[in-house]
């Protein structure tokens, strides 16, 4: 087993770059299933979800070649659709995109349910309501999705919340159906416009995609492209937290500003210096931080991956702060770490009220799932003293390098092996 061990106190300086959107990266990858040609995608995350998506390409019979560290080639014309590897697709959420694409080029797809973290329930029936709506029989047995279609149909779409994960489904999905498809109340992330704007590069139609409303019309067959993956908004904004936590300064290079508008702007809000450049953010922080409210939203309101992070800034305002979950009905696991390092947080309903200024000190925590491990990173280096976190294959799920890059940036942070209790047990 490895753990994260901190010792905190010490401001950040210097220059951090964000690597490729994760969000996004997946879907990318997974969507060149349907391609049945070679595609080259760049700035792809070195994280194990993407590891995964390679595997679980690779198991289909794609041809994998990683051309660099950050660079993949997929040559999906071997590829086998249909069934799915299960013990590979259970481990992460994002593999339900390969329904969309198994769909859109075999016809059929038998897909184990996904995997990721847990927020409480997280249902799938708008993605299934999508399919059906695209002339698919769908039907959820046991553990797996089994769909069919003779021919998929364009169709019209609206579903009742904005998903991520279903427009990006449908999308997939209805690039190669016969006819035009129209998602209505679309999700809007820069990760849905990135993934139409590669899918466009093979020759899918897609307009409207960042708006609420997306048209697909429907084409015979895709072709391989070369293309790069956008920058990952919720990595740019754990730095530019980890930045205001310890009273640093620290230029977040490879971002789109626009993107961080949501999180630039609260961070302005408790008083924290913000420089937007072309592509990077420059982020100068005292350490005196105002408290202040948030509320999690579809983009481009502020988002949900960023609860915990801005959950573990909070502890350090000066007041009382209360942070609204607008998503997911169970984002708050990682309060009860932040309380074992000090933390006064109540949690109500969807609201967590946050007590600024009692001060953390060190402690054992666990990182609960992807962002809640970052969050205690972010509290771990606020901290003078040492935070040892556990459970840390979460926070590679989705952070690439993260130790490394906040090491080259002045925090006392490095990965360690624990012997492995069993083994010692036995050992002895
Ligand atoms: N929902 C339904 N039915 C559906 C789909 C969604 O009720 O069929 C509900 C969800 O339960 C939730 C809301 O709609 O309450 C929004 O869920 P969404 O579908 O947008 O989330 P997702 O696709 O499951 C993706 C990201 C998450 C991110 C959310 C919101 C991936 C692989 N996952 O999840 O990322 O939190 O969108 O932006 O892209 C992360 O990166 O840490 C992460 C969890």
């Given at each position: 087993m490895e753990k994260i061990v901190i010792n905190g106190g010490r401001p950040l300086h210097g220059s951090i770059e964000v690597s490729g959107s994760k969000n996004a990266a997946i879907p990318i990858i997974l969507a060149t299933l349907m391609v049945d040609d070679i595609c080259v995608i760049e700035n792809v995350p070195a994280i194990s979800d993407i590891t995964l998506s390679l595997e679980i390409l690779a198991a289909m019979g794609c041809h994998i070649r990683m051309l660099s560290r950050n660079t993949v080639e997929i040559d999906s014309r071997g590829a086998m659709g249909g069934v799915s590897p299960y013990e590979l697709v259970r481990k992460m959420r994002g593999s339900y995109y390969l329904v969309g694409a198994e769909l859109a080029r075999w016809g059929k797809a038998y897909v184990g349910l996904p995997g990721g973290c847990d927020f409480g329930v997280r249902p799938i029936d708008q993605h299934i309501k999508g399919f059906k709506a695209l002339g698919a029989k769908v039907s959820v047995e046991g553990r797996y999705i089994d769909a069919k279609a003779d021919e998929l149909k364009g169709s019209s779409i609206y579903f009742d919340m904005e998903t991520v994960g279903g427009t990006i489904n449908v999308m997939i999905a209805a690039s190669l159906a016969k006819g035009t498809t129209i998602i209505e109340n679309a999700a809007r992330e820069p990760h849905i416009v990135d993934l139409a704007n590669f899918l466009n590069t093979c020759g899918a139609k897609i307009s409207g995609a960042g708006t609420d409303t997306i048209k697909i019309k429907g084409v015979e067959r895709l072709y391989g492209s070369t293309y790069a993956v956008i920058p990952d908004m919720i990595e740019a904004g754990t730095y530019m937290c980890a930045a205001a936590a310890t009273g640093g300064h620290l230029k977040v290079?490879?971002?789109?500003?626009k993107h961080m508008e949501a999180v630039s702007a609260k961070l302005e809000e408790m008083g924290v210096g913000i420089v937007e450049n072309d592509d990077s953010i420059e982020v100068v922080s005292t350490g005196e931080l105002h408290r202040v409210n948030v509320k999690t939203l579809p983009?481009?309101?502020?988002?949900?991956?960023?609860n915990p992070q801005f959950g573990a800034l909070l502890c350090l305002a000066d007041g009382v702060s209360c942070l609204t979950e607008g998503?997911?009905?169970?984002?708050?696991?990682y309060v009860e770490e932040l309380k074992r390092m000090g933390a006064s947080i109540k949690v109500d309903g969807s609201t967590a009220i946050i007590e600024g200024g009692v001060p953390l000190s060190g402690a054992p925590v666990k990182a609960v799932d992807l962002r809640a491990g970052v969050a205690m990173i972010i509290a771990g280096l606020s901290i003078k003293g040492k935070t040892e976190i556990e459970d840390i294959h979460y926070i590679e799920r989705g952070y690439d390098d993260v130790v490394g890059k906040l090491r080259a940036v002045g925090a006392d942070i490095k990965k360690v092996i624990v012997p492995d209790q069993v083994q010692l047990e036995k050992a002895n």
């Open positions: 290079t490879n971002v789109i500003p983009y481009p309101g502020f988002p949900t991956d960023m998503i997911f009905n169970n984002r708050f696991k």
